[in-house]
């Protein structure tokens, strides 16, 4: 999963359009402009011989990292769709005077859902009710409810607009931070005051330079005795080892659907952690992707095609 770019524009498309590499069947994608030269290109077989034509190409999402290292040998390339919305490993291999479009909105309600579905089964104890049921055992007991928690989202855009949504019913409140503070959304300057008021504490943020480590041991630190980490933004954003030892030592719980290694090697310490609800990196990948992937990608090279503007364009540091 993942988290949404925050600095995303518009940007226009060219009068031509040229030719165009898609992970699927044109036939899936309603209302294709007509006259456009698609190949389908998944990531599985050998790419089409067409890959010094290429001016729109849209990756396989999740795909293997050849389906991105393949962009720096498309020399007509003009843009790059991608299915998701962090965009940090196609970034490296996009050139100067290519434009690079996120998937923005296809997967705020996925992610949305399941931030919500891993802070109830954290606080809740859905893990250990899992475990007593396999080992035949009734485990009674009181445990945390979400009504009357401070849930801190960190990195708050349109994911955490959408997560925001999904927990008013629940009666909590909720405290949002950004790097672009506005009305009601506080500056990352905050973090320090507004972390030891926390409950729950959800991770939105980008991958980028300045949040890469940037839950460290001083920053976990400031939480109250168990507190709750969710993250949904990418792995490297947390410390590791430092969320490690603060979970062996009891003090915190965490709920991850990204980690730092990813996939998780087995054996990893992680897997054994105490407080930790672990889920493989399926924040966006229900069932609703798919439609919405297929409408954003008809709609932009609908733009395209016409020489309109494109959306969700990735401008400066996203």
């Given amino acids: 999963?993942?988290?949404?770019?925050?600095?995303?524009?518009?940007?226009?498309?060219?009068?031509?359009?040229?030719?165009?590499?898609?992970?699927?069947?044109?036939?899936?994608?309603?209302?294709?402009?007509?006259?456009?030269?698609?190949?389908?290109?998944?990531?599985?077989?050998?790419?089409?011989?067409?890959?010094?034509?290429?001016?729109?190409?849209?990756?396989?999402?999740?795909?293997?990292?050849?389906?991105?290292?393949?962009?720096?040998?498309?020399?007509?390339?003009?843009?790059?769709?991608?299915?998701?919305?962090?965009?940090?490993?196609?970034?490296?291999?996009?050139?100067?005077?290519?434009?690079?479009c996120n998937a923005r909105g296809v997967h705020d309600a996925s992610t949305a859902e399941l931030g919500v579905g891993l802070i109830i089964a954290s606080l809740r104890g859905f893990p250990d009710f899992v475990r007593a049921q396999d080992e035949h055992r009734w485990a009674a007991g009181r445990r945390d409810s979400l009504a009357d928690k401070r849930v801190l989202v960190v990195g708050y855009g349109a994911i955490g607009r959408a997560l925001e949504r999904r927990l008013e019913p629940f009666e909590c409140s909720v405290v949002k931070v950004s790097r672009t503070p506005g009305e009601g959304v506080a500056g990352m300057d905050r973090l320090p005051e507004l972390l030891p008021t926390a409950d729950v504490v959800v991770l939105l943020l980008p991958l980028t330079e300045q949040t890469h480590g940037l839950v460290d041991a001083k920053f976990l630190s400031r939480l109250k005795d168990g507190a709750l980490v969710v993250n949904l933004a990418r792995g490297p954003v947390v410390d590791t080892d430092a969320l490690l030892a603060e979970l062996t030592a009891g003090r915190l719980r965490a709920a991850l659907d990204v980690t730092d290694p990813e996939p998780l090697p087995a054996g990893h310490p992680l897997w054994d952690a105490p407080g930790l609800l672990l889920s493989p990196h399926v924040g966006g990948n229900t069932s609703a992707f798919v439609p919405r992937g297929r409408r954003l990608v008809s709609a932009q090279l609908r733009r395209y095609a016409a020489g309109e503007p494109l959306v969700n364009a990735v401008a400066g540091a996203y």
């Fill in 1 to 100: 999963m993942g988290a949404a770019a925050s600095g995303t524009d518009e940007t226009s498309g060219p009068a031509t359009a040229g030719r165009v590499w898609l992970p699927e069947p044109p036939e899936v994608y309603d209302d294709l402009p007509a006259g456009l030269a698609i190949d389908v290109y998944d990531g599985r077989s050998d790419p089409p011989a067409t890959i010094g034509e290429v001016a729109f190409y849209v990756p396989p999402y999740m795909g293997a990292p050849h389906t991105v290292e393949i962009i720096a040998d498309m020399p007509r390339l003009e843009v790059v769709q991608t299915l998701t919305a962090g965009v940090e490993n196609v970034r490296p291999f996009v050139g100067p005077g290519v434009t690079l």
